[in-house]
């Protein structure tokens, strides 16, 4: 479809020009990057790290009669769970050596049996898995099943090829939907999700009953926002990874859909595409100042909208929300890319900002002061390099780091490849910040003395460099070794996995570390934390057998193939070359030939030959 169109770019990378949607019949199938403003590559120094510079070699050395075309053309909007899978594909995990033939660390046998023992039932069935199994003290709400902290496990066990739990998962939760919120005398919207729930037995009765949390047991009564976004994500996992349509399908499922959209897309009195949101509403569950826009939520509904393009049934009702669905999606990408994102040339613009602007030419949009700029981020920009900030509202930026966020905008392609290039550069470039001696920093840096007094309300769980306040989290190391798969940086996840493998099982799995280089199991820190477990077992098994991730929200690091009329046409993605083998339109012939040129390429390369060529090899065999 030819989506052509013509824009000026400003310097920053902010796309200013007309705006152009594509026919709802035609969205599946439009350039993403022309249904949405597409910055310019970023203008930055570089110096290529290890990783990068191994891919870019392979793409010069890549046969000359291969064409190329627009890297433009390589970013669609299909489907963010990738574009190949092998329904119902067991990871091998359950055997001394994977199927790739890589022999497994001796924690992946452990992780599996500790996941396995956190598996709730209900009425026979596996429903979930709690959020830790830490006997030691009071479990608060510790022995219940959280959405969010589900979501590594339910990948964990649909990349070995266990779906009935993941289908249960969803099916509970979307019943749960159902019931009626209240929280004091006040009425929730009908779409919100559950934060979690739990399974009461009544050994009286010989009976079992489902309680639900929307809230109103939660740290400061807030509902979870980020529930009904996980939601939907996983329902697409499920959906690739089974090859099972007929549970999306299912008319409670795409109720399930429009309720959870409805509370989005509507019209209030928002001048932004971006969520409002109060403190507390994410992962980041306590006052830690996130309140407004926050970057969590903000890369969690444009990941959602997109897996509810792929998912919503093209009926009456259906069709209204795919319409709705794109003009948000095109809005939310130009504010974001535009407004959150920072890096050392947008920095100086900031820097250098006039205040009091008035009128439809104000550069600076939001009326940043810019000596509200905090002395730290300074030293913290590289030269190379880039984030999305936590938050954006009148007269206020948060330039925090936050990890959840940014990874999910690389891997729901709300970043562009230059700007999750940019992300991964930040983070090579600051690992001593961000990783340290456990990944991974859940944001940074910490805020302390009379500012942490003001933000957190003097909370006695997020003192500086723990908990949620620059505390180090496991769990996101699934995230980061996602993201640097996608991105061409595997070197990057190996380094973390390495450093998680060197205390996680001997530490008993806990919740978080403390400290500014995570050196010690947090002063709160439940034991056997579920999500500790799944996430080291998700980024485990995604790095050394890659064919899973065609049901990630990855791209398979091999050669990007895309089969027409004309053949094989490998695409350069702007600076990476990613080896993907992807949504194939079966449309001419892939040529023994052309395997062994990919092939004898990549042996040039003897470390990222050692990750993927097995894998590599056999799903390119499949497409002839």
């Known amino acids: 479809m030819d989506m052509q169109r013509k824009g000026n770019v400003s310097e920053n990378g902010n796309v200013r020009g007309s705006d152009m949607l594509c026919t709802l019949?035609?969205?599946?199938?439009?350039?993403?990057?022309?249904?949405?403003?597409?910055?310019?590559?970023?203008?930055?120094?570089?110096?290529?790290?290890l990783d990068e510079r191994s891919f870019n070699e392979l793409s010069t050395a890549l046969s000359p009669h291969l064409s190329l075309r627009n890297a433009e053309n390589s970013f669609r909007l299909t489907d963010p769970f990738g574009y190949s899978l092998s329904p119902e594909r067991r990871s091998g995990y359950n055997t001394p050596r994977a199927e790739n033939g890589f022999e497994t660390h001796p924690m992946v046998a452990e992780a599996w049996e500790a996941l396995r023992r956190s598996l709730v039932y209900f009425r026979g069935r596996p429903v979930g898995t709690i959020a830790a199994l830490d006997s030691s003290g009071e479990n608060l709400n510790y022995d219940q099943v959280f959405v969010r902290d589900f979501f590594p496990s339910a990948l964990a066990f649909l990349m070995n090829g266990e779906s009935e739990i993941v289908k249960n998962f969803i099916l509970?939760?979307?019943?749960?939907?159902?019931?009626?919120?209240?929280?004091?005398?006040?009425?929730?919207?009908?779409?919100?999700m559950p934060a979690s729930f739990k399974v009461l037995h009544d050994p009286v009765r010989n009976n079992e009953t489902l309680i639900a949390d929307f809230g109103e047991s939660a740290i400061g009564r807030v509902a979870p926002v980020d529930s009904g976004f996980w939601w939907i994500i996983l329902l697409r996992a499920y959906t690739k990874s089974t090859g099972d349509t007929s549970l999306a399908e299912l008319s409670e499922c795409q109720k399930g859909m429009r309720l959870i959209l409805s509370l989005c897309l509507s019209?209030?009195?928002?001048?932004?595409?971006?969520?409002?949101?109060?403190?507390?509403?994410?992962?980041?569950?306590?006052?830690?100042?996130?309140?407004?826009?926050?970057?969590?939520?903000?890369?969690?509904?444009?990941?959602?909208?997109?897996?509810?393009?792929?998912?919503l049934k093209q009926d009456v009702e259906g069709k209204e929300f795919v319409e709705r669905i794109v003009k948000r999606l095109h809005a939310l990408t130009y504010h974001m890319r535009g407004y959150f994102w920072i890096d050392l040339k947008q920095?100086?613009?900031?820097?250098?900002?006039?205040?009091?602007?008035?009128?439809?030419?104000?550069?600076?949009?939001?009326?940043?002061?810019?000596?509200?700029?905090?002395?730290?981020?300074?030293?913290?920009?590289?030269?190379?390099g880039g984030y999305f900030v936590g938050n954006v509202s009148p007269a206020r930026m948060d330039f925090r780091w936050f990890c959840l966020g940014n990874c999910i905008a690389i891997l729901s392609s709300l970043a562009?490849?230059?700007?999750?290039?940019?992300?991964?550069?930040?983070?090579?470039?600051?690992?001593?910040?961000?990783?340290?001696?456990?990944?991974?920093k859940v944001c940074y840096p910490a805020i302390e003395n009379h500012e942490w007094r003001i933000v957190t309300g003097c909370d006695p769980k997020n003192t500086r460099w723990s908990y949620h306040n620059g505390g180090s989290w496991p769990v996101l190391l699934w995230l980061l070794t996602a993201a640097c798969?996608?991105?061409?940086?595997?070197?990057?996840?190996?380094?973390?996995i390495e450093?998680?493998?060197?205390?996680?099982?001997?530490?008993?799995?806990?919740?978080?570390?403390?400290?500014?280089?995570?050196?010690?199991?947090?002063?709160?820190?439940?034991?056997?934390?579920?999500w500790s477990i799944a996430g080291y077992l998700v980024a485990k098994m995604m790095l050394e057998d890659p064919s899973?991730?065609?049901?990630?929200?990855?791209?398979?690091?091999?050669?990007?193939?895309?089969?027409?009329?004309?053949?094989v046409v490998p695409v350069a993605m702007a600076n990476l070359v990613a080896l993907q083998v992807v949504a194939v339109k079966a449309i001419g012939v892939l040529e023994v030939h052309i395997i062994a040129t990919i092939v004898n390429e990549l042996a040039i390369l003897r470390h990222i030959v050692i990750l993927y060529i097995p894998s590599f090899v056999h799903r390119l065999l499949m497409l002839m």
């Open 25 to 49: 019949a035609e969205t599946e199938e439009c350039d993403f990057s022309k249904l949405m403003e597409r910055p310019r590559p970023l203008n930055m120094e570089r110096k290529r790290s």
């Open 172 to 192: 509970k939760t979307l019943r749960l939907q159902s019931w009626e919120k209240k929280i004091d005398r006040f009425q929730l919207g009908e779409g919100v």
């Open 267 to 311: 019209e209030g009195f928002d001048t932004f595409p971006t969520l409002l949101c109060a403190d507390g509403c994410c992962m980041i569950d306590r006052r830690m100042g996130v309140y407004g826009y926050p970057i969590e939520i903000q890369a969690l509904f444009f990941m959602a909208l997109r897996c509810a393009l792929l998912l």
């Open 347 to 384: 920095l100086n613009d900031i820097y250098r900002y006039k205040t009091e602007e008035y009128s439809h030419t104000a550069v600076n949009k939001f009326n940043v002061i810019p000596d509200s700029l905090p002395e730290w981020v300074f030293d913290f920009m590289p030269t190379r």
């Open 416 to 440: 562009t490849p230059e700007q999750s290039t940019a992300i991964m550069d930040l983070i090579e470039s600051r690992w001593e910040e961000l990783v340290g001696e456990m990944p991974l």
């Open 485 to 496: 798969i996608k991105t061409g940086r595997p070197l990057i996840a190996r380094r973390a």
């Open 499 to 530: 450093l998680a493998e060197a205390r996680l099982l001997k530490d008993n799995w806990p919740e978080y570390y403390d400290g500014k280089l995570g050196c010690y199991i947090g002063k709160q820190a439940r034991k056997f934390q579920t």
């Open 548 to 567: 899973h991730i065609g049901m990630q929200v990855l791209w398979f690091l091999s050669l990007l193939v895309v089969v027409e009329a004309r053949g």
